[in-house]
């Protein structure tokens, strides 16, 4: 009885909180690699949920609750909760731009038709900017 | 009386009816027959040409003409651009991934990795080596068939391979990691590997254009394959190791415990290569730690 309970209010709290947060478009904004994905966790090993191409426009979204506090989890400095089509997820920040880019694909779209990418080919290139761990050394002090 | 006046109405109705056909019949023919308009009634451009080039008429036409000509201009030439081939200069960072990203299943990079924060480390070393302003991509391999490299990328770029049982094996710290890694910057700076990969062919199509032409997917299969031999086979040879041992030598000397942390790590290798077979191949891709080992040492014994 105890255990059901506790369950019965996790639940009631959990579904409460949904209830009470909402989505509010924020920006829009435009992807900068090649490819890339869009995770349903601020996790670059989070479920992917879709897949998107250089200069794909993502509206940027935050989340604030009913009395318009601003909702932010622990960690999600360096991702956008972004919303693209008809899935809503994350992106990490360095991969969006505030305006179009100059895209390899755009730029020599022919060319890149000749490297034959098939549907993998493309799955590893969005994974692959997902697993890269990028890094700058800073500008001299 | 009845039926006269009866006989009168009717009589009345259907001339009223007759008329009424014949003129509705007139107005049809004069419609259908147009060869029948008189010279007089159709409108002579040329007379008014006159006029037409008073109210600027001819002018706007021109206006419009030439905006037409320099929109079908244009079109034509995004069409051509697209068909344009990358320069040797925006080349590079996509020819590495693509590499990559066709070998993936090879190298074994997609897998859930520790973090190390590998990154803060490097970007750490190269500051201290007056290096700043650098972006550099680290890709962890689940595979020991390439321990470390740089591949080629445009200039202000850098991609890095470190293989994570080489990490294990050796029990590297990220110190060490970052010597490695900057080890392979300097190979990488001194351009030797895009000298093994880029053939004369290839080179002559970069930054041209091949509209009209078809393209030798060829070449880019060459060009993958040569990243593979370079990377898995011949690897580099004893004077470009030599040249770049010198030129690590000459940058690390300044911190000692840095340079003798680069001493320690090519004892290791050379250790490793000797006793472990997955790693015979490294010797050959970078020739050799015994012979760095020995370029390193100073060759006389300080007092």
Known sequence: MKYFLILFMFLFSSTL???????????????NRIMGNIHQNASRYSQVLTTISCNHPVKVLKEISKDG????????????????????????????????????????????????????????????????????????? | MKHLSFMFLIFFTI???????????????????????KESEIIDFGSIKDLIRK????????????????????????????YNIPSVDNFWTVSSEYWLVKNAPRLKWDFHKPDFELEKAFAAFLESQGLFEKKFKILIL????????????????????????????????????????????????QGYFKKKVLTKELEEILGTNFEGKSFDKNLLKKHLDLYSKVLFESGFTFQEQFEVTKEMDSLLKNDLKIWNTYIGIIEKIDQLIKSNGLYKNYGQIFPSPELQLNWLKPKKQLL
């Open chain 2, 55 to 82: 109210d600027g008429l001819e002018g706007e036409l021109k206006k419009k003409e030439e905006i037409k000509r320099k929109v079908l201009t244009e079109k034509k030439r995004a069409e051509t651009r697209k």
């Open chain 1, 69 to 141: 506090k601003e909702f932010i989890l622990f960690g999600e400095e360096n991702w956008n909760l972004v919303s693209v089509g008809p899935y809503s997820g994350f992106v990490p920040t360095e991969f969006l731009s505030d305006q179009k880019n100059e895209c390899f694909e755009e730029q020599y779209p022919k060319f890149f038709d000749q490297l034959n990418l098939d549907i993998n080919d493309l799955y590893y290139w969005a994974r692959l900017n997902d697993l890269y761990v990028s890094g700058k050394s800073k500008v001299k002090e």
């Open chain 2, 15 to 37: 001339k009223a009816g007759f008329a009424s056909a014949t003129a509705s019949g007139e107005k049809a023919h004069d419609i259908t027959s147009p060869d029948q308009v």
């Open chain 1, 17 to 31: 909180h949904c209830a009470e947060m909402k989505k509010v478009q924020i920006g829009l904004r435009y992807f």
């Open chain 2, 142 to 189: 689940d595979s020991s068939e390439i321990p470390h490299a740089a591949l080629p990328t445009n200039d202000g770029e850098f991609i890095f391979l470190i293989s994570l049982p080489f990490i294990r094996t050796l029990d590297l710290s990220k110190i060490e990691i970052s010597i490695l890694l900057f080890e392979d910057y300097v190979r990488e700076r």
